[in-house]
Structure formats: C-alpha cells, structure tokens
C-alpha cells in the first residue's frame, strides 16, 4: 500500500511545473487532464499545483482511484468543496456535499430516481424527444454541437425525471450552472461575476423552473400509469426533515436538469466529433442503428448488443472524460507516496489520469475500440478506467448516462444522416467548465433518414 493514516514527518509533495507568479494556472486552464497526466509521469501520484492563488494536492492515476474507492470516508471531505453551492440554492445540503451516514441515506433516496430502469422503461418517449428534436432543425443547415445536444439531453433528462422538459428556461439553467460551477467548484473564474443581474436572473430562473415542476407533482398532475419518479420520492421524503428539509426541494429537484448538460451532452459532443470524423465507424454504428431500430422500438437488451457502438462509448470515454478530477478536502492526515498531506489540503482526485498512460492503455493517443476486446479488457484493470469517479460519490447516473447515450446516438444515426462542419474540423477542446469541443465545431444535418 503506498499509503497510511495519521500525521507524519514526512516532506509536502513536490510542486509541479509552472512559473514563480502565476504557477500552473496557464497549464491548468488550458488542458488540465494533459497538465496532471505530464506531472504525473515526472513526479509520480502525488504533486502539489499552484494557480495564482489556489493551491491543490493532487493524487493521480490507479493509485488516487484505488485510495478514493477505500481511504476516502476516513480522510476526505465533500463538504467545503460544494456546500458554498447548496448555499448558493438556498439548501441546506445536498448528496454531493455531504459524506458518511447522511450520504448513505440520500443516495438510498435518490438512487430509483436516477437509475438505469427510469431509462429502460420509457424508451419510447426519449425517441418522441429525439424525433421532436430533428423536426425542428431545418434539413441542410449547421448548428453549434454543445449547445445543440446540450438542449436536446436536457430534454430527454427534464422528461424522464422530472416529467417536463426544461423549456424556455434551458438558457437560464445553462448560464446559471455554467457561472455556478466555475466560481464556487473550479474556480476557473472571480466569484463577483455572480453579483452580475444575468447570473442572478438566471439562477432565480432555474429556481422557479424546479418550483413549477414541484408544484405540478404536488397538484396530481402526474401520470398515474409512470412509476414514481425522483420528483415524488422527494417530496415525500419531508415527512422526514433530517432527510429532506421543505427548504431543499428545489435545489434537489433542479438535479434532473443540471445532470446532464456538462455531462453526457459534453459526452455525446465528443461523440459526434469522432464519429463524424471516422467514416468508417460511422458506418459501422449506423449500421447497427439500422438493424436496431428494423422492428420499431427496440427493447433495452437490444440496445445492451450493439457492439461496436458500445465500444465506441467506451474509448469515447476514456479519451475525452468530462471530469478529469473530482475535488475534495483533508479532514484527516494522512501519508501518500512518501509524502504528507495535511488536515484543510484542497485536493484534487485525478482519477482519470490512468487513462492515458501507456503502461494501462498502450498507445493512449490512439482511438481504439479494440482495448474493450477480451483478452485485453482495458477497462477491467483497475484504476485504469474511472470516467464516472469511483468510492462513495461515484455517479449515480452512470447506468442511466450510458443508456442515454447509446439511445440518442443510435437514434440520431438511425433517423438522420450528419456531417462535421467545417467538414475537416480539428478537435480543440475547451473546459468551461468541463472538456468540450469548442463552439467553432458545428453538425450538419444533411438529410432525414427514417422517421
Ligand atoms: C457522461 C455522463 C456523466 C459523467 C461522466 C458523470 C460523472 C460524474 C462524476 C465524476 C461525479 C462525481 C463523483 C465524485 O465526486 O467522486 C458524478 C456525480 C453524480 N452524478 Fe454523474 N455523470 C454523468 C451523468 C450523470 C447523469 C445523466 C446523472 C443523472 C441523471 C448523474 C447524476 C449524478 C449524481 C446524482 C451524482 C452525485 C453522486 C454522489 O455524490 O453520491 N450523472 N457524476
């Protein structure tokens, strides 16, 4: 083991690579995933960045992933990093701020609301979204990929969890979380920027959208034929206010809409970027889209045997993950590699460091499909693999996430035919807060294909 708990002597990590002023802050901004996985081959799992003012420890590669999954309830916190954000939406706590036995029992909460099943059981209804979807993008013309599939997620995620999409408000919720996430968790940018009236108009906006939503569940609106969703199980969750206090509904019922959209649309932007810049697995994916769909509505175990688009997902995964690091707190010492880390350390997790290494994922820089093929099983070595995080606050929309995405991206290639625009476009990632590609990636939907 390359760790133990309690205080010790030893030295504090070595600092990484950056300058006397503003440290690694220009690494950082600008590909923090490359940034962690070069110190990490330097100096090993554990280094210390500074960025102007915010300094981290960072624990990277399979080592952080194997600590995260066992250490971390006895030596890292959630709560500093994200309770500013609880705040910020008027909560008292919410599942990712908080840790121990109170995590446990809102996941337990949570968990039907977010799982795999609330997918699987409404696949017609994501595909009327989809098809809705394309109805309205006029054939022959491009659109900004992120913003696009951004809208389109958070449809499909509104409509199943919550039982509306989020409409007019999608803009809101966008500005909002977008300005939320970058000055409370990445701290990517001033935290005045939230004094701004379009952060704040955005942020009452997003908040009386999950108002709406809870009122239409509270007024019987719901249908009662769906099994009950995330919405119901919450509120009914007051009658236990150590729980779920009143003043929490709406920070907890805005989740089906914030889930999503620098997630899997992030995801499924990077998607589209590698298959529309593959042709020959574009052809292959559309082909199995094709048998997929040949008999109408296909049953979720049809969905489970598309092969190479199941692939496709996987190295999609590894090569863009939308969190390269998840962030938490010391709250208690420990000893990491040979080095300190003490009580109040901001830490970063690089759990997604393990994916380009060479020695886990031979040639890292090449797209692959092949390393999911037995007897290689990339993705089974562990700490190699962890585009959803690992331990305690793994995703708990991961089963739900990948369904989605296979679904959409089968649809989307089974009912139209589209092209990158520019057609030669070279990937350029931005994050902001996490990796996408950048605004000058547009899809062209160049024809309708099936309906
Ligand atoms: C490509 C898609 C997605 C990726 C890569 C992803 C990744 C992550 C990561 C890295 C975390 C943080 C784990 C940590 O702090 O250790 C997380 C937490 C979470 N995710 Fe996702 N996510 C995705 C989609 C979704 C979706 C679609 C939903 C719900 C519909 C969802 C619900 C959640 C929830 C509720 C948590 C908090 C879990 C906890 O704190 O216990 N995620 N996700």
């Not at 999503?260 to 997630?263: K, M, V």
């Not at 994922?361 to 820089?365: K, N, T, V």
């Not at 499909?369 to 962890?386: K, Q, S, T, V």
């Given at each position: 083991m390359i760790w133990k708990s309690g205080p010790t002597d030893a030295p504090l990590p070595p600092l990484a690579d950056g300058?006397?002023?503003?440290?690694s802050m220009q690494a950082m901004l600008s590909d923090p995933t490359d940034f962690m996985v070069k110190q990490y081959q330097k100096f090993g799992p554990i280094f210390r960045i500074k960025a102007l003012n915010n300094k981290f420890t960072v624990i990277a590669g399979p080592e952080a992933c194997l600590f995260l999954a066992r250490e971390a309830s006895k030596h890292l916190s959630s709560w500093d990093t994200w309770h500013s954000l609880d705040a910020e939406m008027?909560?008292?706590?919410?599942l990712i701020s908080v840790d121990g036995e109170q995590h446990s029992r809102l996941r337990a909460l949570e968990k039907r609301g977010y799982s795999r099943q609330t997918i699987e059981t409404q696949f017609p209804a994501v595909l009327n979204v989809i098809n809705g979807f394309l109805d309205q993008w006029p054939v022959g013309t491009s659109q900004v990929t992120v913003p696009q599939l951004q809208r389109l997620i958070t449809d499909e995620l509104g409509m199943l969890i919550?039982?509306?999409?989020?409409?007019?408000y999608i803009d809101d919720v966008r500005t909002f979380v977008r300005i939320a996430l970058m000055t409370h968790?990445?701290?990517?940018?001033?935290?005045?920027?939230?004094?701004?009236p379009q952060y704040r108009r955005a942020r009452d906006r997003s908040l009386e959208l999950s108002q709406k939503v809870l009122d239409a569940h509270r007024n019987g609106k719901?249908?009662?034929?769906r099994p009950p969703s995330l919405i119901d199980d919450i509120i009914a969750a007051t009658n236990d206010p150590t729980l779920?206090?009143?003043?929490?509904l709406v920070m907890t019922a805005l989740g089906p809409y914030i889930a999503?959209?620098?997630?899997v649309a992030n995801t499924m932007s990077f998607l589209m970027y590698v298959l529309t810049t593959k042709p020959e697995l574009y052809k292959q994916v559309e082909a199995e889209a094709d048998a997929l769909f040949a008999n109408g509505v296909p049953e979720p175990a049809d969905l489970r045997k598309m092969d190479v688009l199941h692939r496709v997902v996987l190295e999609n995964f590894r090569m863009?993950?939308?969190?390269?690091a998840v962030p938490r707190t010391v709250k208690a010492p420990f000893e990491f590699g040979g080095y300190r880390v003490d009580p109040g350390t901001r830490m970063l997790?690089?759990?997604?460091?393990?994916?380009?290494?060479p020695e886990l994922?031979?040639?890292?820089?090449k797209f692959d499909?092949?390393?999911?093929?037995?007897?290689?099983?990339?993705?089974?070595?562990?700490?190699?693999?962890?585009p959803f995080s690992?331990?305690?606050?793994?995703?708990?929309?991961a089963g739900l996430a990948e369904v989605q995405i296979m679904l959409t991206t089968a649809a989307l290639l089974h009912y139209a035919k589209f092209e990158a625009d520019p057609i030669d476009y070279k990937l350029k990632k931005v994050f902001a807060p996490t990796p996408a590609p950048d605004n000058s990636f547009k899809l062209r939907f160049v024809k309708r294909r099936n309906h």
């Open positions: 300058s006397f002023l503003v440290g008027g909560a008292s706590q919410s919550a039982g509306q999409g989020p409409g007019e968790i990445t701290r990517q940018r001033p935290g005045f920027l939230r004094l701004l719901r249908d009662p034929n779920m206090p009143e003043g929490d999503g959209l620098d997630t863009y993950p939308i969190a390269p997790v690089a759990t997604t460091v393990g994916h380009f290494l994922h031979p040639e890292p820089e499909i092949d390393r999911y093929l037995a007897p290689r099983n990339e993705h089974r070595i562990p700490g190699a693999f962890a690992t331990g305690s606050h793994t995703c708990l929309g």
